[in-house]
């Protein structure tokens, strides 16, 4: 009696298996689509998101270049200079955010190469103002400074730092409803440089504060100013900071704006 039960069930418990795999198989099937779509998406967006970073200092470039042409500064030596300045600080830019493309491909392994020098924060800070307020702000708002730190200076490698202050500045700008207001002051306290970049943008709601430095994670903002990007941003500013020995906090309030508190240790 028990041999023939046993003889009954077998078919089924084999035909359990098989639907078992198929089953397993097919949910491997879906997680490597959309996984396979979800690359897809973020290679577009990446392209879309280094186009408007390179036009950015582009276009500051050409209309430099067209002011210097159009005018005559026979007697105002200081804006021939002023132009003069944005087109080669605007060209380093360039220069920066090609390396920073072909630095990308090492954020999958957690790896940078740094080159370090002695850097002064302010002024690092008040090229990527300048080169905002030229380009980005001239239909309003303001980028304000307060630089309070001395000394100022750490160790660290110039792109890369520069890359922090210019992702910051233009998310606070990006995700602002109207005229940007955005905030940048420094401070000092016993072994470093503290830098406070803030807006009075849309804010981040608390479940995506969370996760915002986490790689490929984007948080969700409608249709407002088609923001695109491709979620490394602010995973590449927090490689960077932890690689340099600092610290990087973000407080933020719906309709409020967004505050983000870095720490770099001084030399």
């Known amino acids: 009696m028990d041999a023939r039960e046993n003889n009954a069930k077998s078919p089924w418990v084999y035909l359990m298996i098989i639907v078992g795999l198929i089953l397993a198989f097919f949910a491997f099937t ?24 390179l036009k950015t200092p582009i276009s500051t470039i050409g209309l430099s270049s067209e002011m210097l042409l159009r005018e005559d500064f026979t007697n105002d030596s200081e804006r021939l200079k002023r132009y003069a300045g944005l087109i080669y600080k605007e060209n380093k830019r360039l220069e920066h955010q090609v390396e ?75 995700y602002s409803e109207e005229k940007p207001e955005v905030f940048v002051s420094s401070a000092n306290d016993k072994k470093g440089v503290l830098i406070t970049i803030g807006d009075k943008g849309i804010g981040i709601k608390k479940e995506d504060v969370k996760q915002i430095f986490d790689k490929f994670y984007r948080v969700s903002t409608g249709n407002i100013h088609d923001v695109k990007g491709f979620g490394l941003g602010l995973y590449y500013v927090k490689l960077v900071i932890e690689a340099h020995g600092g610290t990087i906090h973000v407080k933020s309030q719906i309709g409020e704006g967004t505050i983000f508190t870095i720490w770099l240790p001084r030399n």
Do not use: C, W
Request: hydrophobic share 40%; net charge negative.
């Open 30 to 53: 879906i997680s490597v689509i959309i996984r396979q779509k979800r690359l897809s998406e973020v290679k577009t967006d990446f392209i879309n998101n280094m186009t408007h970073e």
């Open 100 to 174: 920073r493309v072909l630095n990308i491909s090492k954020l999958n392994k957690n790896e940078l190469s740094l080159k370090k020098s002695t850097l002064h924060l302010h002024e690092l800070i008040e090229e990527a103002a300048d080169s905002f307020r030229f380009n980005q702000l001239q239909s309003g708002g303001e980028i304000r400074l307060e630089m309070n730190a001395s000394p100022d200076e750490i160790n660290g490698d110039q792109v890369h730092i520069t890359n922090v202050f210019f992702n910051l500045i233009d998310n606070a700008v990006k």
